[in-house]
């Protein structure tokens, strides 16, 4: 089994966790966008950026309008640079950020390029703004609440946070954990479903299962440099990279 990316301690949500042969498609899935339902408190820093960190200036919120907070939240829709947490799973040197932040010598970590897809207020409730957002792999929610608050000049740290949906999974389908059994897994397709697929015929299928690239006709076989899974009915014989007019398999999942 292995997971497509942890949550923060104090968040929940959605984890999508691959069994078996299905963690080889894991590649295919961190890349996904991720939608978060999140809450910042405005007027409060904390050195981790969220609720579990020492608390490290305390601002007032007068004269600050709720058309002002909403203006500023949706600056940041788009793309933009992004400095991550201290307390993060960065990688310093070969060692994780956080464990370098516990032991007293946070890093200043570089920026890195990052995209909203779409950001939205749900609540304004003083002090603590709740909101949506849908963001690319490797967005800090965190960060977006750390520099919300010093946009407005008030400071702020992330006070809840909740995964919605990973690309086309959402929570609302997830089995909670006591419920977990293998009845409720889902087909391997379901992880896929982003991606075009191609039905295999039965030559074309047993020359997949060996590694071995098919002709790749039509459209998909114009999408050089593209992920496509590769069916034989509703089961993932594999995903290829299509390749000069070929689907060169990169995982294969089906059996002889």
Known sequence: MGHTGTLDPFATGLLVVLVGRATRLARFVEPQPKTYLATARLGVRTDTDDLTGAVIEELGLEGLTRERILEALAGFAGEQRQRPP???????????SYRLARRGAPPE?????????RVEPVEWAPPELT???????????????????????????????????????????????????RARLLPAADVLRHLPAVELGPETRAAVVHGRAVPGGGAVGQRGGEAVVLLDGAEVMAVALVEDGWLRPTVVLGTA
């Open 86 to 96: 201290a307390y993060s799973a960065k990688h310093v040197a070969g060692e994780r």
């Open 109 to 117: 970590l570089p920026e890195a390029t990052v995209i909203v897809h």
């Open 131 to 181: 909101f949506r957002a849908t963001v690319s792999a490797g967005t800090y929610l965190r960060a977006i609440a750390r520099d919300l608050g010093d946009r407005l000049g008030v400071g702020a740290h992330l006070s809840r946070l909740r995964r919605e949906a990973i690309g086309g999974l959402r929570v609302e389908d997830a089995v909670p954990l006591d419920q977990v059994h």
